[in-house]
């Protein structure tokens, strides 16, 4: 299998890498490709405060400022770029400073494969306005020239109305650095026998983590 040398996620919250791509962000950054991720937002009207709580609606932007750098030093993403969006506002954005900020990024780490969210397959509807931005962007560049896309959908129905995923990795090598990158978002999230710091790796979170699914994007 050939392995992209330059590799560009964009979300448009902390945390959204660590589910659905942290295993395949460290495969690449483990292989010596250069890895970068641009975040669109702080999610900072993330409802969340840790669990117990420790965070307020004044603290929590920091915090998960803090946690999405510790996720990204955990997968081995060197290059982290906050594009400096206001949480829960993606879909009411000017599409054009979406594209420009997003394009700017591309046009500067000339990635061979994007990751992002499929729009309107992804639920949030932050994530779907990030998916089409990024879909807007990279359908502008030449054929010949145009990185290859991979989309995360899991809305109801997905596989109805696309089809099968065509790229399904098994990430369980790299279930070390997924793990750190979920527990990393400290303030969002407890999942039992990850966020405890157990060391043994249970069967049941192999199944559960061990393989991430992308449709890649057809523009014509």
């Known amino acids: ?28 950054a483990a292989s010596g490709a250069e890895v970068a991720y641009a975040c669109l937002t702080l999610g900072e009207m993330g409802r969340n405060m840790g669990f117990p709580p420790f965070a307020n609606r004044v603290t ?5 400022r803090r946690e999405l750098e510790a996720s990204c030093q955990a997968i081995g ?32 780490v000339k990635p061979e494969l994007v990751i992002t969210f499929y729009p309107g397959f992804s639920v949030h509807p932050d994530h779907d306005a990030c998916g089409a931005a990024v879909v807007r962007v990279i359908g502008r560049i030449p054929r010949g020239e ?6 995360i959908a899991f809305s109801h129905g997905c596989e109805q109305a696309l089809g099968k995923p065509d790229v399904i990795r098994n990430v369980r090598p790299y279930l070390k650095q997924k793990f750190a990158s979920i527990r990393a978002h400290r303030s969002q999230f407890y999942v039992p026998g990850i966020s405890d710091g157990g060391k043994k790796i249970s069967r049941e979170l192999e199944e559960r983590f061990g393989t991430e ?3 890649t994007y057809r523009f014509d």
């Not at 050939?2 to 690449?28: I, Q, W």
């Not at 145009?146 to 989309?151: G, I, K, L, S, Y």
């Open 1 to 28: 299998m050939s392995m992209e040398k330059r590799v560009l996620a964009v979300f448009p919250h902390p945390d959204d890498e660590s589910f659905g791509v942290s295993g395949t962000l460290a495969m690449y």
């Open 213 to 215: 699914r992308f449709w």
């Open 77 to 108: 993403i060197r290059d982290l770029r906050l594009l400096g969006f206001m949480d829960k506002t993606i879909e009411f954005e000017d599409p054009d400073l979406l594209d420009e900020r997003i394009g700017a990024v591309v046009r500067e």
């Open 146 to 151: 145009r990185p290859v896309v991979h989309a």
């Open 60 to 64: 929590l932007p920091g915090f998960r």
